[in-house]
Each structure stands twice: as C-alpha cells, then as structure tokens.
C-alpha cells in the first residue's frame, strides 16, 4: 500500500459531491470552512491562520503517521460546482481497525451531504484499505452527528470498551464492525 513513503489514494463521487485527496494547495479554500465558529459548538477551533493550514496539510500528504504504523486518510468535500464544503478523514491502524471523523460547513448541514460523503469514505475503507472495524468519538450533545452515525450503521460502544479506550465521560464511542467476506 505504501509506495515511495506515500499512501496512494483515490477520488471518490458521493452523488453531485467529490471527495478529493487532501493536498497543501487545499489550505486557502479549507480555511474559509474551518473559520466557520458554528463547527466548534462542541469541541476544537478554527485553524490560526492558512499558513498553518497549509503546513499541517504539506505534513498530512505522506498519508503516514510519522512512526509509519498508521494511514492517515483525509478527503476535502467538495460540491459539484467545485465549492469546498469540508472534510472527511480516518485513520488506519495495522489491524484493520479505523477511527472516522469529518467536518461540514454549518450551511451545508441537515441536507443529507454529511452522510453521502461518510458512506463514501466508509465504503472505501473496507474495499480499499480492508479495514474491518470502524469507530468514532464524538461529543454525548452532538446528536446531529450521532444520527448520522447511526444512519450509516454505528451503533453506541459498549461500557466496556468506553472503558478500555478511556473515552471521556462526556463523549461517547460508536461502532461499526464490518461483516466479514
């Protein structure tokens, strides 16, 4: 999978959307998104500025973590009119297990683009990358993101495994396990 110290990734079409391969070029049109204070109700803040934007996407584009054991996967959302709308990402570990997140301009929220970009990215970790469990974190307020989640076939952790990743109290962990074959 890793060529010339470079995960190779692929494009992918959600419906009207594009999920393109995060490159440092994205910074100035990702910045506008991730300046939008509607996406921090609940966790993180916007990027300082593009110049550090582009420097965390310039280190993102290996797609390897720096010791080399994870794939780092991020996809710039983009409209059929070419318009960046945010992020999907997930990182992969050796045994298969991969941990989702994503990120859409609050305009864009309640008309279903979230989940088309999700499913793509879903779809392409267990074709492409054979990931076999797939999980998320997310904030126990955040319940437009849990529908989500749950829409796309997660379904809330148990205790136990809360426990055993040491989830905070005010988040919660959701679980995709992919069927096997």
Known sequence: MNRGGRVPMHRLRAGDLSLEPLLASHADAMFEVLSDPAIYEYENEPPPSVHALRERYARLESRLSPD??????????????????????????????????YELASDYWGRGLASQAVRAMLLE?????????????????????????QRAGFALASPAEHSRRQIDADEMLMHLPVPAG
């Not at 709308?85 to 050796?94: D, K, N």
């Open 68 to 101: 080399g054991q994870e794939i780092w996967l991020n996809w710039v959302v983009r409209l059929g009119t070419g318009e960046a709308i945010g992020f999907v990402q997930a990182t992969l570990r050796p045994d298969g297990q991969a941990a989702v997140a």
């Open 125 to 149: 970790l267990v074709e492409r990358y054979q990931a076999r469990d797939l999980w998320a974190v997310l904030k126990r307020v955040n319940h437009r993101s849990q529908r989500l989640l």
